[in-house]
């Protein structure tokens, strides 16, 4: 398989829960990217990763919101105490490299329900 | 602040026609522009991309245009079949403070009717 796996593909959480969700990128791809669809709107960024470090996470909340990507295992996106307004899709796309000509490969999704 | 913009929330075409998807940015730094299709339930997925030096790459029934001095691509699909039925999102890319950023349109939902 060499495609972006994300896992659970359906999450729900009562509200105040944590979640979390996970990203293991295309084999070889080192750059990580989360995004965040709310119904009816396009794909918003959230952050960008490269193993263990924090590149660009200007379109995280400040609160409640963490991401990281350690040297082994999944990307995680993290959510504390989660609001109604958390419910969205939650992308993750991977990429070889940080290069503006390199296409980002997403996975499937993580459809958030917050209840 | 919208940089790339999508304005036709949804399209209808017949099958066979062309169909002819727009975009529009606002940001010079972008250099590279890219066009996802999405169907419910799924990923996006890559279709097809442009460099900025380019205007036009064609790729089987899909050819994507720029026009750089109106900050403007477009997707033209011909002809188009049912399973083309997806939202398209238009993409651009930049290397913006050292990072790359990958910034989408809202996406046009694209229905082919038989």
């Known amino acids: 398989n060499a495609g972006v796996m994300q896992n659970p593909r359906h999450l729900v959480r009562r509200r105040g829960q944590e979640a979390r969700l996970r990203c293991s990128p295309m084999?070889?791809?080192?750059?990580v990217y989360w995004y965040r669809q709310l119904p009816e709107e396009g794909l918003k960024f959230m952050v960008y990763l490269q193993k263990e470090n924090i590149i660009d996470e200007s379109g995280m909340p400040k609160e409640r919101f963490s991401a990281e990507f350690p040297k082994e295992g999944p990307s995680i996106l993290r959510i504390q105490q989660v609001v109604r307004g958390d419910s969205a899709a939650y992308f993750c796309?991977?990429?070889?490299?940080?290069?503006?000509?390199?296409?980002?490969?997403f996975g499937q999704g993580t459809r958030l329900t917050v209840v | 602040d919208q940089q790339v913009k999508q304005n036709s929330p949804s399209l209808s075409v017949q099958e066979g026609r062309i169909s002819i998807l727009n975009c529009d940015y606002t940001n010079s730094m972008f250099d590279y522009f890219l066009w996802y299709k999405k169907y419910p339930a799924e990923g996006p997925t890559f279709l097809i991309s442009?460099?900025?030096?380019?205007d036009k790459n064609e790729d089987g029934r899909f050819t994507v245009f720029l026009n750089k001095s109106a900050k403007h691509l477009s997707l033209h699909i011909v002809p188009s079949q049912p399973g083309d039925s997806a939202v398209y999102f238009c993409?651009?890319?930049?290397?913006?403070?050292?990072?790359?950023?990958?910034?989408f349109g809202q996406g046009t939902r694209l229905t082919i009717n038989p």
């Open positions: 796309a991977s990429s070889f490299s940080g290069a503006t000509n390199t296409e980002a490969f």
């Open positions: 442009i460099s900025s030096i380019k």
């Open positions: 084999k070889g791809h080192s750059h």
């Open positions: 993409a651009a890319s930049a290397r913006i403070q050292g990072a790359q950023k990958l910034v």
